[in-house]
């Protein structure tokens, strides 16, 4: 029953295959190398983006500030929502490798709206030298509290930021989650809606560690190899990114393992529904925020349940407090029913 994050779970077994048989021999490093190119490639495939630029890195966190920094001068703002996973969890990197450059927190909750998103874009540019200057736009895709946007609503923001000529980023740790849920490609996704810079995450989705970051615009990529080269982002033996990557990418691999989350979190989504459990997340991906009583929270943890808790755990049994469920490829049907088995036995 372990619920804390999807990039707790293991390794997906084809991944472990792929990085043994491309450590045999010697290869050139940097992403010098056959597979690298052969990856890229694939990805460009994927996204129906002959022209594109990609790139792996080892983190998201490393994925998202260096793709932010070819968007966004020191002296600009990026436009994200409030509780954006760059706003929260990646401990102010967008500012450092952007030289500064700040965030401009719209709305209140972890999606936006187009009006939101619009107002904020004109409260700023108004102070000259004085003040910041629009930068990008970043949208997060599954967002921070489990929420998905449709495609229509991709496109309105989209649309919002081109209308006073933002490049837009999309945050893409759980990319592949969101287009299974959507039922979407990744270029309907993508480009194909406004994005310029795309991060195709893989380590909450059964990789051991690596991010694509797609650059749909060619004239942005040789800045982005510097940044990353100067932000100790470059691995030297590259081919091992690669690697994993290219078994993410054969047989579908990547959209497999994420429909597998999703499905999990459906099920476990609807037990909760069914339980009259207090759900915060409306449209859930493989993530779902969930309010119960503290002494329920800790009745199910002591069953052996493992996940957070979004606020006070030293109150009262009685006081509510909100969890987060994260469901991973590999957590399948045998662990929701377990968990659901021990919630409805804790609240009989």
Same mark, same amino acid.
């Given at each position: 029953?372990?619920?804390?994050?999807?990039?707790?779970?293991?390794?997906?077994?084809?991944?472990?295959?792929?990085?043994?048989?491309?450590?045999?021999?010697?290869?050139?490093?940097?992403?010098?190398?056959?597979?690298?190119?052969?990856?890229?490639?694939?990805?460009?495939?994927?996204?129906?983006?002959?022209?594109?630029?990609?790139?792996?890195?080892?983190?998201?966190?490393?994925?998202?500030?260096?793709?932010?920094?070819?968007?966004?001068?020191?002296?600009?703002? +990026?436009?994200?929502?409030?509780?954006?996973?760059?706003?929260?969890?990646?401990?102010?990197?967008?500012?450092?490798?952007?030289?500064?450059?700040?965030?401009?927190?719209?709305?209140?909750?972890?999606?936006?709206?187009?009006?939101?998103?619009?107002?904020?874009?004109?409260?700023?540019?108004?102070?000259?030298?004085?003040?910041?200057?629009?930068?990008?736009?970043?949208?997060?895709?599954?967002?921070?509290?489990?929420?998905?946007?449709?495609?229509?609503?991709?496109?309105?923001?989209?649309?919002?930021?081109?209308?006073?000529?933002?490049?837009?980023?999309?945050?893409?740790?759980?990319?592949?989650?969101?287009?299974?849920?959507?039922?979407?490609?990744?270029?309907?996704?993508?480009?194909?809606?406004? +994005?310029? +810079?795309?991060?195709?995450?893989?380590?909450?989705?059964?990789?051991?560690? +690596?991010?694509?970051?797609?650059?749909?615009?060619?004239?942005?990529?040789?800045?982005?190899?510097?940044?990353?080269?100067?932000?100790?982002?470059?691995?030297?033996?590259?081919?091992?990114?690669?690697?994993?990557?290219?078994?993410?990418?054969?047989?579908?691999?990547?959209?497999?393992?994420?429909?597998?989350?999703?499905?999990?979190?459906?099920?476990?989504?609807?037990?909760?529904?069914?339980?009259?459990?207090?759900?915060?997340?409306?449209?859930?991906?493989?993530?779902?925020?969930?309010? @119960?009583? @503290?002494?329920?929270?800790?009745?199910?943890?002591?069953?052996?349940?493992?996940?957070? @808790?979004?606020?006070?755990?030293?109150?009262?049994?009685?006081?509510?407090?909100?969890?987060?469920?994260?469901?991973?490829?590999?957590?399948?049907?045998?662990?929701?029913?377990?968990?659901?088995?021990?919630?409805?036995?804790?609240?009989?």
């Amino acid at each position: 029953m372990f619920f804390a994050s999807d990039n707790s779970g293991p390794a997906h077994p084809a991944v472990l295959d792929a990085l043994t048989a491309a450590n045999t021999g010697y290869t050139l490093g940097y992403g010098n190398d056959d597979l690298t190119r052969e990856v890229q490639q694939k990805i460009r495939d994927l996204f129906e983006a002959p022209e594109a630029a990609v790139y792996l890195v080892g983190t998201g966190t490393a994925a998202n500030a260096l793709a932010l920094s070819v968007l966004c001068q020191p002296f600009e703002t +990026v436009f994200c929502a409030a509780r954006a996973h760059i706003v929260e969890d990646e401990c102010n990197a967008p500012e450092f490798y952007t030289g500064g450059a700040k965030l401009t927190l719209v709305g209140d909750g972890d999606q936006m709206t187009p009006a939101q998103l619009r107002s904020a874009i004109e409260a700023e540019e108004n102070r000259g030298v004085h003040g910041p200057q629009r930068g990008a736009v970043s949208i997060t895709n599954v967002a921070e509290l489990g929420n998905t946007y449709s495609l229509a609503e991709l496109a309105a923001l989209c649309d919002v930021a081109k209308e006073f000529g933002l490049p837009v980023h999309l945050d893409g740790a759980r990319f592949s989650q969101a287009c299974a849920a959507l039922n979407c490609t990744p270029a309907e996704m993508s480009w194909k809606l406004g +994005v310029d +810079v795309a991060v195709f995450g893989g380590t909450k989705n059964g990789l051991m560690g +690596v991010e694509a970051v797609v650059i749909f615009d060619p004239k942005r990529a040789y800045e982005f190899e510097l940044r990353r080269k100067r932000g100790g982002h470059l691995f030297s033996k590259h081919r091992y990114l690669a690697a994993q990557m290219n078994a993410f990418l054969t047989d579908d691999l990547w959209l497999n393992l994420a429909q597998k989350a999703n499905d999990s979190a459906a099920l476990l989504y609807n037990g909760l529904e069914e339980l009259g459990v207090d759900l915060i997340t409306q449209t859930p991906a493989n993530v779902i925020f969930f309010n @119960l009583p @503290l002494g329920a929270h800790k009745a199910l943890q002591k069953a052996g349940a493992v996940y957070y @808790l979004m606020g006070d755990e030293t109150g009262p049994d009685a006081s509510i407090v909100t969890g987060r469920l994260v469901c991973d490829w590999s957590i399948g049907s045998a662990g929701v029913e377990r968990f659901l088995s021990e919630l409805r036995r804790i609240l009989a």
